[in-house]
């Protein structure tokens, strides 16, 4: 889902520097959510996970 909201991103003409933010964010939320899941902590892992969410999003948000 991820790749395909940046592959929309680019087609409606958002800026580069926009999606290479989002996607910077969205990877450091991925590594933190695998630390966090390895460490048992479940509401950080939460947390971290609905910035992954919100990085999915983000590039429909900005398209429109």
């Known amino acids: 889902p991820f790749a395909a909201s940046m592959l929309i ?4 003409g958002v800026t580069e520097d ?3 933010q989002i996607g910077v964010v969205f990877v ?3 590594i933190a959510y695998g ?3 390895i460490a048992d ?3 950080l892992r939460s947390v971290a996970w609905f910035i992954g969410l919100g ?3 983000a ?3 900005f398209a429109f």
């Open 9 to 12: 991103g680019i087609h409606a």
């Open 18 to 20: 926009t999606l290479r």
């Open 28 to 30: 450091i939320a991925r």
């Open 35 to 37: 630390i966090l899941y």
């Open 41 to 43: 902590r479940h509401v």
């Open 55 to 57: 990085c999915t999003l």
């Open 59 to 61: 590039p429909y948000y």
